[in-house]
């Protein structure tokens, strides 16, 4: 495969020297639903149109010959036969395995790394059932599962916000972004001031009622033309109704493309996740698609994003006035150096740059 739109590494001989890497494992979840891109049956319709910058990573390390083999490890729905789903990228595999138990992969050679993202239970038994086999162990959790739970071996604990910071553990930074064949910034004209994007399934985690709430309370902010994107929008309209707010039009489930567009058509970006949600992935996703960024003050986001036209805020009334006095700024701040400093290359260097690291 040779795929579009991710550039090539400048630098990856500088990191392969001295370390033979070969094969990289990801147990990406312990669910057992298929994902929209397990429809994907080429590797161009897959690098076009997956968002999980997990797996694209993984795409990129074949590309640019820093693994011989890419295995991402799922557990396989119920009552189903699941065959391998594999791609070959310059001779090489991208294979999506499902598996009725995650220790079927002891069956194989080891990796160079196994990545696991998420603190589920049965990555911690794995890593203790046969910790060598799973090469150098590599951990990413997310909200209330930011550290292993459940005495796991890890090598490496990763996190994406310094308010994770845990000197006790030794913790490093991860690094994401999104797919820049869907999110990216589109030559069209402005027609809302927020874009907010958030299911409202999460409902404890990412701060709907209280930002709606923040709405109803200001006179300023019942001025802004604010579009919501995402699930189960009857929940936000009758928070709306609760809050008398009549400001936001709600759009529901969209594809990321369209994600993508209805970003571009807006001023700027609102996330207003608290504490209890790990790094949104909407995060990357705006700053991708070229514009401002709001994010609330108790949001995880690494401090490398904070060049791209972010703004933090506590109250959201407070926020949207300095942004908007900033409008042009941010926005400069938002356009610079996108596509280098938010590029899968730029990402996936500077991860690999850490998990190398005393190994």
């Known amino acids: 495969m040779e795929s579009e739109g991710f550039q090539s590494a400048e630098s990856n001989h500088q990191i392969r020297k001295g370390h033979r890497m070969k094969s990289f494992w990801l147990f990406r979840t312990n669910l057992r639903n298929l994902e929209y891109y397990h429809h994907f049956k080429d590797i161009f319709t897959?690098?076009?149109?997956?968002?999980?910058?997990?797996?694209?990573?993984?795409?990129?390390?074949?590309?640019?010959?820093?693994?011989?083999?890419?295995?991402?490890?799922?557990?396989?729905?119920?009552?189903t036969k699941m065959e391998d789903i594999v791609f070959e990228v310059k001779g090489k595999k991208f294979i999506q395995r499902f598996v009725d138990d995650f220790s079927e992969c002891f069956k194989l050679k080891r990796p160079k790394f196994s990545f696991f993202r998420g603190g589920f239970p049965e990555y911690d038994e794995l890593t203790k059932k046969n910790p060598k086999a799973l090469g150098h162990k590599l951990y990413l959790?997310?909200?209330?599962?930011?550290?292993?739970?459940?005495?796991?071996?890890?090598?490496?604990i990763l996190i994406e916000s310094e308010m994770d910071i845990n000197p006790t553990l030794g913790t490093f930074p991860f690094y994401k972004t999104a797919n820049p064949n869907i999110f990216k910034p589109l030559a069209t004209g402005k027609k809302y001031d927020l874009c907010w994007i958030c299911n409202?399934?999460?409902?404890?985690?990412?701060?709907?009622?209280?930002?709606?709430?923040?709405?109803?309370?200001?006179?300023?902010?019942?001025?802004?033309?604010?579009?919501?994107?995402?699930?189960?929008?009857?929940?936000?309209?009758?928070?709306?109704?609760?809050y008398g707010v009549k400001n936001i039009e709600f759009k529901g489930t969209m594809g990321r493309k369209a994600l993508n567009e209805l970003l571009n058509y807006s001023k700027m970006g609102i996330?207003?996740?608290?504490?209890?949600?790990?790094?949104?992935?909407?995060?990357?996703?705006?700053?991708?698609?070229?514009?401002?960024?709001?994010?609330?003050?108790?949001?995880?986001?690494?401090?490398?994003?904070?060049?791209?036209?972010?703004?933090?805020?506590?109250?959201?009334?407070?926020?949207?006035?300095?942004?908007?006095?900033?409008?042009?700024?941010?926005?400069?701040?938002?356009?610079?150096?996108?596509?280098?400093?938010?590029?899968?290359?730029?990402?996936?260097?500077m991860n690999l740059s850490i998990w190398n690291q005393n190994i």
């Not at 001025?223 to 994107?229: G, P, S, T």
């Not at 608290?274 to 960024?293: F, H, Q, W, Y």
Request: charged share 30%; glycine share 10%; net charge positive.
């Open 46 to 79: 897959f690098v076009r149109e997956c968002h999980d910058f997990y797996l694209l990573q993984g795409i990129w390390f074949l590309e640019n010959d820093i693994f011989d083999e890419v295995i991402i490890w799922r557990l396989k729905p119920e009552g």
């Open 141 to 156: 959790g997310a909200g209330k599962r930011v550290y292993p739970k459940y005495g796991g071996d890890y090598d490496k």
């Open 200 to 242: 409202f399934t999460q409902i404890t985690q990412k701060g709907q009622e209280w930002f709606i709430k923040e709405v109803g309370e200001s006179d300023k902010l019942k001025k802004l033309k604010i579009v919501h994107a995402g699930n189960n929008e009857k929940t936000g309209r009758k928070l709306c109704g609760k």
């Open 271 to 349: 996330v207003t996740s608290n504490k209890k949600d790990g790094c949104p992935r909407v995060l990357t996703e705006i700053m991708a698609s070229g514009i401002p960024l709001l994010v609330r003050n108790q949001t995880r986001l690494n401090g490398y994003y904070k060049h791209f036209g972010v703004l933090e805020y506590e109250k959201v009334d407070h926020g949207v006035q300095i942004a908007m006095k900033k409008y042009d700024l941010l926005q400069e701040g938002a356009q610079k150096n996108l596509e280098e400093r938010l590029g899968i290359a730029e990402i996936c260097e």
